[in-house]
């Protein structure tokens, strides 16, 4: 019998999904589990002799376990129980639905090899999944962690965000970055570039649609200064559940170089802030991680 190693957000969720409740799913299912909660001290030393490991709650959660298990000697096959208001990573790697249904998936699931950005000379933070960038972006993770507005719904939350958003964009003034991008210069004013990784961040925002998380190469959304207006619109449109696409200007990139003369950044939704100018480097590092995808 395989051994699933259950790390779980006691936080996220609901009622239906408590940590019992989701061990009895895995156990049902024909597994061996053994529970970990991201809230109690020393779930980082789980047993290595586990087969899977299920990460239960949402991209916060993925990030805070990922970067434990890149610390780690062996490579472990990772399910996800998507349990968190985005999904932003869940929802690009195509794992949603019941999730019954996806324990039950795993014993016929194939692996999909994942990479991350790699933040070669940054002591802030040494990776991302999702995304890093500058911008209105950081302004909004700042804002609502400063805040700590409480949503009714998962939905009503993604709205808020979008809204908070579209605001920022109209007080934000765009700073001026030298961006190289394999070697060639993009610089320019921005409101916001974002190097990604996954299709979404924040309150899914898609910024990259067509991204490929497995594909060897990062996705470099830039939005220039002359753009200002097509992005509210863009956000204005999402607020009320519109599907009209925004051309984001995107480039394939295996290398960023990024010099920023601004202060806040982030890496997924981890802020982050320069102390001095510094210049970034951000390499692709491909099939870092391995995910239980349903066939």
């Given at each position: 019998?395989?051994?699933?190693?259950?790390?779980?957000?006691?936080?996220?969720?609901n009622?239906?999904?408590?940590?019992?409740?989701?061990?009895?799913?895995?156990?049902?299912?024909?597994?061996?589990?053994?529970?970990?909660?991201?809230?109690?001290e020393?779930?980082?030393?789980?047993?290595?002799?586990?087969?899977?490991?299920?990460?239960?709650?949402?991209d916060?959660?993925?990030?805070?376990?990922?970067k434990?298990?890149?610390?780690?000697?062996?490579?472990?096959?990772?399910?996800?129980?998507?349990?968190?208001?985005?999904?932003?990573?869940?929802?690009?790697?195509?794992?949603?639905?019941?999730?019954?249904?996806i324990?039950?998936?795993?014993?016929?699931s194939?692996?999909?090899?994942?990479?991350i950005?790699?933040?070669?000379?940054?002591?802030?933070?040494?990776?991302?999944?999702e995304?890093?960038?500058?911008?209105?972006?950081?302004?909004?993770?700042?804002?609502?962690?400063?805040r700590?507005?409480?949503?009714?719904?998962?939905?009503?939350?993604l709205?808020g965000?979008?809204?908070?958003?579209?605001?920022?964009?109209?007080?934000?003034?765009?700073?001026?970055?030298?961006?190289?991008?394999?070697g060639?210069?993009?610089?320019g004013?921005?409101?916001?570039?974002?190097v990604?990784n996954?299709?979404?961040?924040?309150?899914n925002?898609?910024?990259?649609?067509?991204?490929?998380?497995?594909?060897?190469?990062?996705?470099?959304?830039?939005?220039p200064?002359?753009?200002?207006?097509?992005?509210?619109?863009?956000?204005?449109?999402?607020?009320?559940?519109?599907?009209?696409?925004y051309?984001?200007?995107?480039?394939?990139?295996?290398?960023?170089?990024?010099?920023?003369?601004?202060?806040?950044?982030?890496?997924?939704?981890?802020?982050?802030?320069?102390?001095?100018?510094?210049?970034?480097?951000?390499?692709?590092?491909?099939?870092?991680?391995?995910?239980?995808?349903?066939?």
């Amino acid at each position: 019998m395989k051994q699933v190693t259950l790390i779980y957000n006691p936080t996220a969720g609901n009622e239906e999904h408590s940590s019992k409740k989701l061990a009895a799913l895995i156990e049902s299912a024909g597994f061996a589990c053994r529970l970990y909660s991201t809230k109690e001290e020393g779930w980082q030393q789980f047993d290595s002799d586990t087969d899977l490991i299920a990460i239960a709650g949402g991209d916060g959660t993925v990030r805070k376990v990922i970067k434990e298990l890149l610390n780690k000697k062996k490579k472990y096959p990772i399910g996800l129980l998507p349990l968190g208001t985005a999904n932003n990573i869940a929802k690009t790697l195509g794992v949603s639905g019941n999730i019954k249904q996806i324990v039950r998936s795993w014993k016929t699931s194939t692996i999909k090899k994942v990479d991350i950005g790699t933040l070669v000379n940054f002591a802030e933070a040494s990776f991302f999944l999702e995304g890093f960038g500058f911008g209105i972006f950081p302004y909004l993770v700042k804002e609502i962690k400063d805040r700590d507005i409480k949503f009714d719904t998962p939905e009503d939350e993604l709205k808020g965000a979008l809204k908070l958003l579209h605001k920022i964009l109209f007080s934000y003034e765009p700073h001026k970055c030298h961006l190289e991008i394999d070697g060639t210069d993009h610089s320019g004013n921005f409101y916001m570039v974002e190097v990604m990784n996954m299709r979404s961040i924040g309150p899914n925002l898609m910024l990259a649609p067509y991204a490929d998380p497995g594909d060897g190469e990062l996705d470099v959304i830039l939005i220039p200064e002359a753009h200002k207006e097509k992005f509210a619109d863009y956000l204005l449109q999402k607020m009320v559940g519109g599907e009209e696409e925004y051309q984001f200007h995107t480039l394939k990139a295996k290398q960023v170089k990024i010099f920023y003369n601004g202060k806040h950044l982030h890496a997924d939704d981890k802020m982050l802030k320069l102390k001095k100018e510094t210049e970034i480097l951000i390499e692709i590092t491909a099939g870092s991680l391995e995910f239980l995808i349903a066939t």
